[in-house]
């Protein structure tokens, strides 16, 4: 069932709303996920916040980080968790971490300033089906030779539910089930499981959400009636054009008739 039609209380960590709030609210498990995902430890998080948002122009696209936070100031890190399988993931990932890149560098500071950055993305689903793998970690590389990493500090992996292969640890395994909708089976996944639930059971959270629903409902609604009105005036416009190429036909008609009966009438001058 789509997350958006569900009720409050049977809302998944794989909701994005859930999952910022759990996150946010729990920072050893944000901390213990990051570290189970990126197999590196984290000592100290640093400015951790759900939903942060980026303006990268006044008039240009933001964007709006499900959970970003910094470690020891010396690597950043945003965490997603994305709900819809769709073709623009990859370029996305891409923006995300060009606009965390642009936000934390000073117009004035040195490129060698530049925080290590670490976008995940959170899928209940497998990007690469083709290949099937449970965790995909991309780095940019050397076409020449793959063994040759462009050390530029930045990273982005994709946690993906519906591997087939047996990549990663049965602590990963345990989590990506869960993330699958299968019961907790490991220490970390039931802590996540019992703050999900005490989420689930916050009135001020649940009026949040419901409040957002309706925010998107507005907005989808505005759309909706925003698009009717150009599609009616496109009606109208091809009404218009419709009826003018009727009267242009019946004009053409009309001089193809006149030039017949003006050559005939001729034809008839000339006999005589």
Same mark, same amino acid.
């Given at each position: 069932?789509?997350?958006?039609?569900?009720?409050?209380?049977?809302?998944?960590?794989?909701?994005?709303?859930?999952?910022?709030?759990?996150?946010?609210?729990?920072?050893?498990?944000?901390?213990?996920?990051?570290?189970?995902?990126?197999?590196?430890?984290? +000592? +100290?998080?640093?400015?951790?916040?759900?939903?942060?948002?980026?303006?990268?122009?006044?008039?240009?696209?933001?964007?709006?980080?499900?959970?970003?936070?910094?470690?020891?100031? $010396?690597?950043?890190?945003?965490?997603?968790?994305?709900?819809?399988? &769709?073709? &623009?993931?990859?370029?996305?990932?891409?923006?995300?971490?060009?606009?965390?890149?642009?936000?934390?560098?000073?117009? !004035? $500071?040195?490129?060698?300033?530049?925080?290590?950055?670490?976008?995940?993305?959170?899928?209940?689903? &497998?990007?690469?089906?083709?290949?099937?793998? +449970?965790?995909? +970690?991309?780095?940019?590389? #050397?076409?020449?030779?793959?063994?040759?990493?462009?050390?530029?500090?930045?990273?982005?992996?994709?946690?993906?539910?519906?591997?087939?292969?047996?990549?990663? !640890?049965?602590?990963?395994?345990?989590?990506?089930?869960?993330?699958?909708?299968?019961? #907790?089976?490991?220490?970390?996944?039931?802590?996540?499981?019992? #703050?999900?639930?005490?989420?689930?059971?916050?009135?001020?959270?649940? !009026?949040?959400?419901?409040?957002?629903?309706?925010?998107?409902?507005?907005?989808?609604?505005?759309?909706?009636?925003?698009?009717?009105?150009?599609?009616?005036?496109?009606?109208?416009?091809?009404?218009?054009?419709?009826?003018?190429?009727? #009267?242009?036909?019946?004009?053409?008609?009309?001089?193809?008739?006149?030039?017949?009966?003006?050559?005939?009438? !001729?034809?008839?001058?000339?006999?005589?």
């Amino acid at each position: 069932m789509n997350n958006e039609e569900t009720n409050y209380e049977e809302l998944t960590i794989t909701n994005n709303f859930i999952f910022c709030k759990v996150m946010q609210s729990n920072p050893d498990l944000c901390k213990q996920l990051v570290e189970l995902i990126t197999d590196r430890k984290i +000592h +100290h998080m640093v400015g951790l916040n759900g939903e942060k948002t980026i303006e990268v122009t006044p008039d240009g696209k933001g964007i709006r980080l499900d959970v970003y936070f910094e470690d020891d100031g $010396s690597t950043m890190y945003d965490v997603e968790m994305q709900v819809e399988s &769709n073709r &623009n993931l990859a370029r996305r990932s891409r923006f995300y971490q060009n606009t965390i890149d642009s936000q934390a560098l000073e117009k !004035s $500071s040195d490129y060698i300033k530049l925080l290590d950055s670490y976008v995940i993305f959170i899928c209940p689903f &497998n990007i690469l089906p083709k290949y099937g793998y +449970h965790l995909y +970690h991309f780095r940019p590389r #050397a076409d020449e030779d793959p063994s040759i990493i462009l050390e530029d500090g930045t990273s982005r992996i994709f946690v993906c539910a519906n591997g087939k292969k047996d990549d990663v !640890s049965d602590e990963m395994k345990a989590f990506l089930n869960y993330l699958g909708g299968k019961l #907790a089976q490991s220490k970390l996944t039931s802590q996540i499981d019992e #703050a999900v639930k005490i989420a689930r059971r916050n009135s001020k959270w649940r !009026s949040e959400y419901m409040l957002s629903k309706v925010d998107i409902d507005v907005l989808k609604g505005e759309y909706e009636r925003t698009i009717a009105k150009k599609d009616a005036v496109i009606s109208e416009q091809s009404q218009a054009l419709s009826e003018k190429d009727q #009267a242009l036909s019946e004009m053409n008609s009309r001089i193809a008739e006149l030039e017949a009966l003006i050559a005939n009438l !001729s034809g008839k001058d000339n006999q005589k």
